[in-house]
């Protein structure tokens, strides 16, 4: 019921926002007002937010909106009363009025007409034994089927729970709408693991750490929100593609969460979500038996403290039963564990699993441990090698309700990195593998870049584990060493943006995750073409295009911000999203590149490096000590080698950093070109956000290019070949024109602006400005100009005077400095020079904001 209503509370939301409704009421008369009305609900539809992400269900087209409504009934039923049955129905009788533009009528029990059933098979055994449908149907799979009795035909959903009837619910509506609907139907799918689960990193003020898409839709002011709407609808997004478990808040966990007053706030959040099939999980801190319990100790071996955590599980069993269980960061990043005792992560682990274990739940013990106040200096230390040295040894020391929590690499979620090698390392410990949705390193909201080719490289990676084939997935899904639990976890940070994550086409990565944890044997291409199609519909020319920029995105990203195994050459001990070459080293957080005047690259070799690669299983080891046979994409990561090294492709190591951090420029900017091509295409809204998304990006990605390759090209000393790096036709330092008000400021680091210079408006408006020397003609020119958080500086640039172009920079970006993450740039095309005219830009600050710019730079117009 609460699953119809809040279906209905959708489309009534999308009335009213709908331009054409008052119209509607004027001109019609009442008879007819309320198909009118209907008609326009449908319309209104159009109107897109992004909000409804891949569930739009916008009406299908052509011959197969024929073939739907031929093979579709008229009536639905829905056997049971399990609330995911209930939102089953639902979203079916919401989806095919959407894509059909008709309702399916809801019965109460099968219907002699030709019908959409809806049950667990225990309950199509009891309501139509003479079908009998029987199957080995394992735990949130489902079965779609065709059913002829007595010459009327029967769609069923059925499953072996009323999750897995929802799923199939939601794979017949993805079928219809990517018009691979076919009747009669026989399809079983089947979850590859237990475990497909999200994270939220959100803490209880509302805040979300590494959350790119506004404020948590969960809590606020240390409580959980009174309106969660929000959340219902995530639970919908979250069931559409198969997840079935969700950590509500930051693994960096508030102790006040298991307080007696936030329990049930938790059971509300819940409720919510219940009907999506998605039960709930919380972060603990593994110091709350002292902090909050009162107890004098945490020690995990400590009799006080086990009862502690097993009347606390007790506690919230009684007010969640399906609660999922725990998620722990323990002795990792300034959090408190077993360490200060002197035990071990097996000891931690084990107690608060005990606890968990009379009521089913799990607990989800993250591999993230490392030491981050490592020595720099001695070449010996390695960070990657920390998850495989901190759990390797405890193998077959954790219950079997604990399940080890690896992220996809063994540092951080950098844009490449190898498979961790404790996939390997753990055989008789349960595992899953931590995959990040959310952009941290990756471009944040503001850079495309779709993850699932990064994933899978890393999922089908083969460890050769035991010898035998063992890719990451089978691994961590637990069928390699037959383990009771296993899965997929996804650190995802939704937030109340009004299209989730802050970017259109990031929506890409949450869809796919869930694909992939479903079904990891998809492919790229498979995944993005079905996301593509549902979120932007099924024009030939925008789905091609939005794939192409999808699939090859990742890639592109990689181009300008770290190839080879370097790492996200991101500010590292900062915000994580501009470059900063250096950021990384002469710190103890051991992100280290090693990167000096004669070489480059962690040397992590068994015969002279840290070791690393000796915790490979020895396939894995031996084609990776070699230079011969190691991988270019890896060889930065795995060893340190000199600039003038060849790679395999025939090039050197400094000429294919020159030339990767070029081409992914060129390549981010044709998107931006390719995406305009879709201008009546794409609805108005999403296509203009989309294109200022790319734009951005565009110019961000020149910040990269400029920035890496200026740093190597002074630390190496070694020319590009192609003469790019340092020479900049048409470019003009602001520092060496006339100012007015401007004063010149030095940027640290120097490569995060052009020349190492920015000018700053020290009065309440400044200009600076050059005299215009080339051939007359059309150009663009482009303003490179600081965008901090702290302010809303305003722009004009002049030419002979006359003003051709105005802007604001009010993007708030993560910075308040003059550095990469502000640096942004604005385009200005059409522009007619002559030689002698004055091109000015003035500049008024506001805030800490001074209006500050780096260059302009004047190119041809078609350049
Ligand atoms: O990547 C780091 C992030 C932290 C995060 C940590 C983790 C939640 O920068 O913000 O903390 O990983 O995964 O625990």
Not at 55 to 74: C, D, H, K, T
Not at 421 to 431: D, H, I, R, V, Y
Request: aromatic share 10%; hydrophobic share 40%.
């Amino acid at each position: 019921m609460r699953a119809i209503r809040n279906a209905e509370r959708r489309l009534v939301g999308h009335a009213l926002a709908c331009p054409f409704q008052k119209e509607s009421r004027g001109y019609f008369p009442v008879a007819i007002k309320s198909i009118v009305t209907a008609a326009f609900v449908i319309a209104c539809l159009h109107a897109e937010t992004g909000y409804d992400a891949w569930l739009r269900y916008r009406p299908i087209e052509g011959a197969a909106m024929a073939r739907v409504r031929a093979a579709l009934p008229a009536a639905i039923v829905a056997l049971g009363d399990a609330e995911p049955e209930v939102a089953a129905r639902g979203e079916l009788i919401q989806g095919l009025r959407g894509m059909t533009g008709r309702t399916v009528r809801a019965e109460a029990r099968i219907p002699r007409e030709s019908a959409i059933v809806l049950g667990t098979l225990d309950e199509l055994s009891r309501a139509a034994p003479q079908w009998n449908l029987h199957a080995q149907i394992s735990e949130d799979a489902y079965w779609l089927n065709t059913v002829m009795d007595q010459g009327t035909r029967y769609i069923v959903v059925t499953a072996s729970n009323p999750r897995g009837v929802l799923y199939g619910a939601f794979a017949l509506l993805r079928k219809i709408a990517t018009a691979e609907f076919a009747n009669p139907i026989d399809e079983r799918s089947t979850p590859y693991a237990p475990i497909r689960w999200v994270n939220q990193w959100d803490n209880l003020d509302g805040s979300i750490e590494r959350g790119y898409g506004g404020r948590s839709i969960f809590w606020e002011n240390q409580h959980a929100r009174a309106d969660l709407a929000r959340v219902a609808d995530y639970g919908r997004l979250l069931a559409s593609v198969g997840i079935n478990g969700c950590a509500i808040n930051n693994v960096n966990a508030n102790p006040r969460l298991l307080a007696p007053e936030t329990i049930p706030e938790i059971a509300r959040i819940a409720a919510v979500f219940r009907p999506w099939g998605v039960r709930v999980a919380i972060a603990v801190d593994f110091s709350s038996p002292k902090v909050l319990g009162g107890l004098g100790t945490f020690d995990p071996l400590d009799a006080g403290v086990a009862a502690w955590w097993k009347r606390k599980a007790d506690e919230l069993y009684r007010a969640i039963p399906n609660l999922a269980g725990f998620v722990l960061k323990a002795d990792s990043e300034g959090r408190a564990g077993p360490s200060t005792y002197g035990r071990t992560h097996a000891d931690a682990a084990n107690v608060v699993a005990r606890a968990l274990a009379p009521h089913g739940g799990l607990l989800l013990y993250r591999g993230f441990v490392y030491d981050h106040h490592m020595d720099w200096r001695n070449p010996k230390n390695d960070r990657a090698r920390a998850a495989y040295d901190n759990f390797h040894n405890l193998d077959g020391q954790f219950d079997s309700n604990v399940v080890i929590q690896i992220k996809n690499g063994p540092i951080d979620f950098q844009v490449r990195e190898p498979a961790s090698p404790l996939f390997a390392g753990l055989e008789k410990t349960n595992q899953a593998v931590e995959l990040q949705i959310t952009q941290e390193y990756v471009g944040q909201a503001r850079h495309t870049v779709f993850l699932v080719p990064m994933w899978k490289e890393t999922l089908d990676f083969d460890l050769h584990a035991g010898g035998a084939a063992t890719p990451v997935k089978a691994l961590a899904a637990g069928k390699t060493f037959h383990r009771p639990a296993g899965g997929f976890v996804g650190v995802a940070n939704v937030g109340l943006d009004e299209n989730w994550f802050g970017n259109h086409l990031s929506q890409a990565n949450l869809y796919g995750f869930g694909r992939l944890a479903w079904n990891p044997d998809l492919s790229s291409r498979r995944i993005v073409e079905e996301w593509t199609r549902l979120t932007f519909g099924d024009n030939p020319k925008v789905d091609e295009t939005v794939e192409s920029i999808q699939l090859g995105s990742w890639r592109t990203y990689e181009n300008y911000t770290g190839p080879l195994g370097l790492q996200t050459l991101t500010d590292i001990t900062g915000n994580h999203y501009g470059v900063n070459v250096e950021a990384s080293e002469r710190n103890g957080w051991g992100q280290w590149h090693r990167a000096d005047e004669k070489g480059v690259g962690m040397d992590r070799s068994t015969a002279a490096g840290t070791g690393y690669i000796g915790q490979y299983p020895p396939v894995v080891a031996r084609a990776w000590e070699s230079l011969a046979t190691c991988p270019d994409d890896l060889l930065l990561f795995l060893h340190h080698v000199p600039y003038t090294y060849k790679l395999h492709n025939g090039k050197t190591v400094i000429q294919y950093l020159y030339d990767s951090h070029y081409q992914g420029a060129e390549e981010v900017a044709q998107y931006a070109q390719k995406w305009k091509t879709l201008a009546g295409l794409v609805d108005e809204r999403r296509c203009r956000e989309v294109l200022a998304q790319l734009e951005y990006q565009a110019g961000q990605a020149v910040v990269w290019r400029d920035a890496v390759t200026e740093w190597f090209h002074r630390a190496s000393g070694i020319a590009d070949a192609l003469g790019r790096v340092g020479h900049y036709p048409g470019r003009f330092e602001a520092e060496a024109m006339r100012l007015d008000g401007y004063r010149v400021r030095d940027v640290v680091p120097a490569e995060d602006a052009s020349g190492g210079k920015a000018v700053a408006c020290a009065a309440a408006e400044c200009s600076a400005s050059l005299k215009y020397d080339g051939a007359a003609g059309w150009y663009t020119v482009r303003v490179q100009y600081f965008d901090q958080r702290d302010g809303v500086s305003h722009y004009r640039l002049r030419v002979a005077g006359q003003v051709i172009d105005e802007w604001e920079a009010a993007l708030s970006l993560p910075t308040a400095k003059l550095d990469s993450t502000s640096s942004t740039r604005r385009v200005i095309r059409g522009v007619a020079l002559r030689p002698g005219d004055e091109i000015r830009i003035e500049g008024r600050p506001d805030g800490g904001e001074p209006a500050a710019l780096d260059y302009i730079e004047i190119a041809p117009e078609n350049e």
